[in-house]
RNA sequence: GCUCCCUUCGUCUAGUCAGGCCCAGGACGCCAGGUUUUCAUCCUGGUAACAGGGGUUCGAAUCCCCUAGGGAGUACCA
């Protein structure tokens, strides 16, 4: 059996946690100070522009970038376009949009560069062809002539009789490649510019054994494994040459991507051997999954289900077809990111609200779950909530404003901080907050019937034209005198408290609900008062005849 | 099919590495009660889980084995 992973007496988990005890020693004196810089820590996020990203993408990035300031090291942003093909205008402008959004931010990108730039594989094009030469002339890999419709059939026949082909050492000694050809003949071939790929040659009879900073040791035989193309006959590395080159030049010291990744370590570790370099630890992070029955999480289950799968939203170029964001739907970016985060990751005590702060002191790669999580849309709408109620009422009154704004309403500043204050408990977003309080800038156009039949009796036209009676002398129209005035009015009169205050929200507001009537009165005035209850009482009258 | 990964309330999870403090704790949701002029908030309470089976042990959610279920991968995609 040969050892593949690093030949030191600890296994990687060991070191990684002493590593981390150390800085722990040393980051609280240096607290949200992340200028104490780690220069070994190294990670990247490296998405493949190939379309919006998903909530899933946004959380690796996320655990990526919490675990790179928690470590004072580097946060890179690389772009995986390796396959032409799958180009989508727009989605790499979108995933850093998304990102920033969120609050992620690279220390290197394509558009802040860095010491490693070019951070796009297609701008790295040249690079890999040397490298792939590396392994062909080390014996570590080998030209293959079978074409794509080839293979596709050796697929096809191996399916007929329930059977998996896989280029490997069984196969590879019967199909075209440099190991079945004389050298001549091959050179020839390439020289005649006959299309060809490159494969890696898994070496035989050996494990690999690999380390998981979550899943700990995992073990796989190489007779499992392909012959996996590293270079196209396109002349573009594919993903797995391209991400190892570039992990060991942008000296990435942990890699954290999602599980899907995890089959295809092997053949990564195997590739960092052939190539002679350390490689990187790794961390494979559960998947999210959909929130009813099984399965990755994809954009039909928002669709499906409706919520939200990507940050912002998103119009793919060929269909014209929208997708909804988080940041459209009225989700704050900081309760977003709260959610995300703990989606997989707990702190092991029973916070749940974090800013982003708290989140890199609070972060650990050991605290990462195994099991995949099933994305919940209502917790995800508690977490908005929290944090709306967190907000000053005076930013809270900005957003309401331009909301306003846009359904052609104006309202002054220091009278949606009001409406905010009294309605922002019950919602969870902003935009909810004109669906509950709508009569605050409108007269109630119709009355709810159910309320009528229920609260509007024959004597309270009377009643509520002497209540407004009442009203007219009280000057100072705020909430106390009010409340004090109604409250004499009702002792003296003696009506009852609730048969008069549910006829009068319904003059007021349409409709049972609402916040305290007195607030509400104060809040649009006397003179709206008056007009509410004095048109509300002809208006029910009408819509009682006409019923 | 094959390879790998995973499995605690409906959901997110604590507890598993270092077995007893766990007849399993918190949160979301749901249900009930209370507060209230309405609705909502809020408060109080409740609901509900160690996938199954075998071991090891004085003792197992925790260690070992098996079974079942689920997921991912299986491309000249990433």
Known sequence: MIQYESQTLFPPKVLFAFFCSINALIVPLHRNNHSLMNPKIRVRFAPSPTGPLHIGGVRTALYNFLFARKHGGTMILRIEDTDQGRFVPGAEEYIISSLAWCGIHFDESISVGGPHAPYRQSDRKPLYKQYSDLLLNAGHAYYAFDTPEELEMLRKE????????????????????SLTMNPQEVEKMIGEGIPFVVRFLIPENTEVVMEDIIRGKVVVKTETLDDKVLYKSD???????????????????????????????????????AFGWEAPQFAHLPLLLKPDGNGKLSKRDGDRLGFPVFPLQWVDPKTGETSSGYRESGYFPDAFVNMLALLGWNPGTEQELFNMEELITAFSLERVGKAGSKFDPEKTKWFNHQYLLRKSDEELALSLKTLLADKGIEAELKQLTKVVALLKDRVNFVHEIWNEGQFF???????????????????????????????????????????????QWLEVNGFGMGAVMNALRLLLVGAAKGPHLADIMSVIGKEESLRRIKNGIEAINNQQINS
Do not use: C
């Open 441 to 487: 800038f409108e007269a109630p156009l119709t009355y709810d019937e159910q309320v009528i039949k229920k609260r509007w009796k024959d004597d309270s036209p009377a009643i509520m034209q002497s209540l407004a009676l009442m009203l007219q002398d009280v000057h100072d129209f705020n909430p106390e005198s009010i409340d004090a005035a109604i409250k």
């Open 158 to 177: 191996a399916e007929e009789s329930k059977q998996t082909f896989t280029y490997n050492a069984v196969t590879r000694k019967k199909l075209r490649n």
């Open 235 to 273: 002349g573009m590395p594919t993903y797995h040459l391209a991400n190892i080159v570039d992990d060991h030049l942008m000296e990435i010291s942990h890699v954290i991507r999602g599980e899907e990744w995890l089959p295809s370590l092997p053949l990564h570790i195997l590739l960092y051997q």
